[in-house]
C-alpha cells in the first residue's frame, strides 16, 4: 500500500495545502464552535496516547460538515496538548493532518465548499443503499474499502456506520466487517447538540446558545477473530449511544400510546 512521505500524504495530497485549509477552515468556523455556540468536549484523555496509525473512530451523525469540521477542531487541539477545550485556536498552526474522514461521495462532489472539505481529507464512497435521494442496492466497491485501509495503514479514519444524518438509523456492518480484516483500535464519539445548532449541512448557524457536546469514549474491547460483523455492530451502535434503548423520544412515545389505549378519549 502507498505511504506518506515528508511533503504529501497517503493519497498523495500535499501536506502544505492540507495545513492551509485546515487553518483557513478551522478559523472560519472557529466562532460556530466557540462563539455564537460552545462546543463542550469531554473524554480526551482517551485520545490523547494512542498510535499515529490503524485508529477507527465511529460516532453518530447530525449535519453534512458541522461534525466533521468540530472533530478537526478537538483532534487539532489534543494534538497540541489541550485537553477537552478549543479555547486557544494557536492548534490551527499545527493541526493534525493525517486524519481522514469518510463521506458520502454525491456530497462531497457537490459545490466548491464541499470539494475544499473534500481535500482536507475526505475518503469518498458510493452509498450502496441509497443515491440521489432514491434506494439502489449495488455492491460495495472494493477499490473504496482498500482507500480506507490504506488510509487506516497512514493516520487516523472517522467513519459515520449509520451512513445518513437521521438519528437511530440502522447501522451498516460494511464498518464491521473492515474492522474484523483491519483489526483497528476503535474508538467511539457520541455528539449531541449538532442537529439543532446548525442547519442540515452544518454551514449555517440555525440557533445560538446551544452547547453542542462531543464525548470521546474509551476504545471497545473487540475480539477481532471470534466476534462476528454483526456482535461488532451491535457493539458499536451501543457505545454511540443509537440503539432502541437510548431513543428517550422512541420510549415516550411508546408510553403516551399505551396512556392513550388504557384512557381511550370519552
Known amino acids: 500500500m502507498a505511504k506518506k ?113 473534500k481535500l482536507a481529507g475526505a475518503i469518498t464512497v458510493k452509498r450502496t443503499w441509497r443515491a440521489e435521494g432514491k434506494d439502489v442496492n449495488r455492491l460495495v466497491d472494493l477499490g473504496e474499502v482498500e482507500n480506507i485501509m490504506k488510509a487506516l495503514d497512514n493516520g487516523w479514519v472517522v467513519t459515520f456506520p449509520q451512513g445518513t444524518t437521521s438519528a437511530f438509523a440502522q447501522g451498516r456492518k460494511g464498518t464491521a466487517k473492515l474492522i474484523k480484516q483491519q483489526k483497528p483500535i476503535v474508538v467511539p464519539i457520541k455528539i449531541n447538540g449538532f442537529r439543532r445548532a446548525f442547519d442540515k449541512k452544518g454551514l449555517k448557524v440555525k440557533v445560538t446558545g446551544v452547547k453542542p457536546t462531543m464525548q470521546f469514549k474509551a476504545p471497545l474491547d473487540i475480539d477481532y477473530e471470534n466476534e462476528t460483523p454483526n456482535q461488532i455492530l451491535e457493539k458499536i451502535m451501543h457505545a454511540i449511544e443509537q440503539t432502541p434503548e437510548h431513543n428517550l423520544l422512541h420510549e415516550y412515545d411508546q408510553q403516551l400510546a399505551a396512556q392513550k389505549k388504557q384512557n381511550p378519549p370519552a
Open 5 to 117: 512521505n515528508i511533503f504529501t500524504d497517503a493519497f498523495g495530497n500535499i501536506y502544505f495545502l492540507k495545513r492551509l485549509i485546515i487553518f483557513v477552515l478551522g478559523m472560519v468556523s472557529y466562532r460556530r464552535f466557540n462563539g455564537f455556540n460552545k462546543l463542550k468536549i469531554s473524554g480526551s484523555e482517551n485520545i490523547v496516547n494512542l498510535p499515529k496509525t490503524n485508529v477507527l473512530f465511529v460516532s453518530n451523525h447530525q449535519t453534512y460538515f458541522a461534525d466533521v469540521a468540530a472533530m478537526y477542531h478537538a483532534f487539532c487541539a489534543v494534538n497540541n496538548g489541550y485537553m477537552n477545550t478549543i479555547k486557544n485556536p494557536v492548534y490551527l498552526l499545527n493541526p493534525k493532518v493525517d486524519f481522514y474522514y469518510v463521506a458520502a461521495k454525491e456530497t462531497m462532489d457537490k459545490g466548491l465548499l464541499a470539494r475544499i472539505f
